[in-house]
């Protein structure tokens, strides 16, 4: 995939994405981005906060392999920031992180807390997934997830760390997650309990609904070997519910699920060292 970006003056970002090399018969697909302030409320309380197209997650860029996508960024904003287009190989263009990671943000300050999204490709026409086709996919920007299945199907989650400095432990009560894909990479089909994501990594995992519908918490905590005593611990967990469709009474407090110990560093190595081409 490759990434070319061209300023045409101080308010407008032309960038063009393509899945292997620069060619003239790939499709090409425009996005327009605006960035501004915009009023948010979360528990309970009100404020303005930098958005790209009043959206908080942003805008999601979905691509087919070979593609080209153009985005024209206007910035309304109070202040200057820049754009990333993370892992995304851009030539002529040195800062470009290694991995392909699919996801875009803010580069600038802590802009990027707010002024982020995901950028998916699926695979060319006629190529398929080398695993088995999910019944549906679901982006998840950790920091603000949501998801309710159908029993019985195959869910795609495309998972995106988008903490500024936190590695996370992430879990679904009662279900395991099967990792096909990191940064961009398919690999081999490998079970867990939980991934550890770090800070701009991405995951694609396959979640299978065959509890018992109900409501389940899916759930991160931070990872760190900070000394909880010198508060340099984040000991919060951020939590979303998994639930299922249908009628029945669901439990009138669902479950957590497991994490290892927060500053477990064998733990949050596990997933990594297991995971193969």
Same mark, same amino acid.
């Given at each position: 995939m490759w990434l070319i970006m061209k300023v045409f003056h101080l308010q407008i970002l032309v960038f063009l994405l393509f899945g292997g090399g620069i060619h003239c018969q790939a499709s090409t697909g425009r996005h327009t981005f605006v960035v501004r302030e915009t009023s948010y409320t979360r528990l309970c309380s009100t404020k303005n906060i930098l958005t790209v197209n009043g959206?908080?997650? #942003?805008?999601?860029?979905?691509?087919? *392999?070979?593609? @080209?996508?153009?985005?024209?960024?206007?910035?309304? %904003?109070?202040?200057?920031?820049t754009i990333h287009w993370?892992?995304?190989?851009?030539?002529?263009?040195?800062?470009?992180?290694?991995?392909?990671?699919l996801w875009w943000h803010a580069h600038s300050d802590w802009t990027r807390a707010t002024v982020h999204g995901a950028i998916i490709i699926y695979p060319k026409n006629g190529t398929k997934y080398p695993f088995h086709k999910p019944n549906a996919e679901v982006p998840i920007i950790l920091g603000t997830f949501k998801l309710t299945v159908d029993h019985g199907k195959t869910y795609l989650l495309r998972i995106?760390?988008?903490?500024?400095?936190?590695?996370?432990?992430?879990s679904i009560a009662k279900h395991k997650m099967t990792v096909? #894909?990191?940064?961009?990479?398919?690999? *081999?089909?490998? @079970?867990?309990?939980?991934?550890?994501?770090?800070? %701009?990594q991405t995951f694609d995992v396959l979640l299978e609904a065959n509890q018992r519908p109900d409501h389940y918490y899916m759930a991160a905590i931070t990872y760190?070997?900070?000394?909880?005593?010198?508060?340099?611990?984040?000991?919060?967990?951020?939590?979303?519910?998994?639930?299922?469709k249908g009628y029945y009474t669901p439990s009138s407090l669902p479950s957590l699920p497991h994490f290892p110990a927060y500053n477990d560093t064998n733990a949050s190595v596990q997933v990594m060292a297991n995971l193969q081409a």
């Amino acid at each position: 995939m490759w990434l070319i970006m061209k300023v045409f003056h101080l308010q407008i970002l032309v960038f063009l994405l393509f899945g292997g090399g620069i060619h003239c018969q790939a499709s090409t697909g425009r996005h327009t981005f605006v960035v501004r302030e915009t009023s948010y409320t979360r528990l309970c309380s009100t404020k303005n906060i930098l958005t790209v197209n009043g959206k908080f997650p #942003g805008p999601t860029i979905y691509a087919i *392999k070979g593609e @080209t996508i153009i985005v024209d960024v206007y910035n309304r %904003g109070k202040e200057n920031l820049t754009i990333h287009w993370h892992g995304v190989t851009m030539p002529r263009y040195p800062w470009t992180d290694g991995p392909s990671t699919l996801w875009w943000h803010a580069h600038s300050d802590w802009t990027r807390a707010t002024v982020h999204g995901a950028i998916i490709i699926y695979p060319k026409n006629g190529t398929k997934y080398p695993f088995h086709k999910p019944n549906a996919e679901v982006p998840i920007i950790l920091g603000t997830f949501k998801l309710t299945v159908d029993h019985g199907k195959t869910y795609l989650l495309r998972i995106i760390n988008v903490a500024l400095h936190e590695a996370l432990f992430f879990s679904i009560a009662k279900h395991k997650m099967t990792v096909v #894909g990191t940064d961009g990479s398919y690999t *081999k089909p490998l @079970t867990q309990d939980y991934i550890t994501i770090f800070p %701009g990594q991405t995951f694609d995992v396959l979640l299978e609904a065959n509890q018992r519908p109900d409501h389940y918490y899916m759930a991160a905590i931070t990872y760190s070997i900070a000394p909880k005593y010198r508060n340099f611990y984040d000991n919060t967990t951020t939590t979303a519910i998994v639930q299922y469709k249908g009628y029945y009474t669901p439990s009138s407090l669902p479950s957590l699920p497991h994490f290892p110990a927060y500053n477990d560093t064998n733990a949050s190595v596990q997933v990594m060292a297991n995971l193969q081409a």
